[in-house]
């Protein structure tokens, strides 16, 4: 697996290419990313690397996250994730990873945590069909029959129903890189990624690329 970044959403506009044709694209603060931790396969059975990202002026890290964030000369990092590696390009720790791993037209996977939506309905969490609109039905947005009466005599597991809606981990996968600005550590993608504005992402090279040039 290759290797990736972590950033933040700063939110979405529009760019127009050579033929004038409207590009939507979100905006994201990618990097620079300290190494904290490399993971080997002789010591940890997988190769990869430990990645920080923001810093935090709340609370203070235990002492041993100190001894942790040590080698790599970090107070209190606000995010960190690990990333997977291949075996050739692992970094040391305290080495810095910035925006310009990517360039214009890479396909990478973006990894976020969706917006909050609350308790929704089944027609807004599940996309279920609604009921008949006429005077009197009494069935308009509601869930309806949710299961059987003598048997089994219970609604069965992984029903369709109302619930939380969003607040999840999500990835949405080959997305094309439109620009990388290094002097800004910006990163700009074709089309909407998950989560809110000021949302930490994870920005890793496509997966389901890597497997196809592999088949071929």
């Not at 942790?68 to 209190?76: M, Q």
């Amino acid at each position: 697996m290759s290797i990736g970044i972590l950033g933040k959403k700063l939110g979405m506009s529009r760019m127009f290419d050579e033929n004038g044709v409207v590009i939507p694209v979100t905006l994201i603060e990618a990097g620079p990313c300290p190494v904290v931790q490399v993971k080997t396969m002789d010591r940890d059975g997988y190769v990869a690397m430990q990645l920080a990202f923001d810093t935090t002026e709340k609370g203070k890290p235990n002492k041993p996250m100190q001894g942790h964030l040590a080698a790599a000369k970090i107070a209190r990092p606000r995010f960190m994730r690990e990333v997977r590696v291949d075996d050739g390009n692992v970094p040391e720790v305290g080495s810095v990873v910035n925006v310009e791993i990517f360039a214009a037209g890479e396909i990478v996977d973006v990894t976020g945590v969706s917006k909050g939506r609350g308790f929704a309905g089944p027609m807004k969490r599940h996309h279920s069909k609604r009921g008949p609109e006429t005077h009197g039905s009494m069935y308009h947005r509601r869930t309806g029959s949710i299961g059987s009466s003598a048997w089994p005599s219970r609604v069965v597991k992984g029903k369709s129903m109302g619930g939380h809606l969003g607040a999840v981990r999500s990835t949405i996968q080959n997305i094309e890189v439109i620009r990388t600005d290094k002097e800004n550590n910006l990163l700009i993608v074709r089309g909407a990624v998950p989560g809110p504005n000021n949302g930490y992402v994870m920005i890793r090279k496509a997966v389901r690329q890597a497997k196809k040039k592999a088949n071929r």
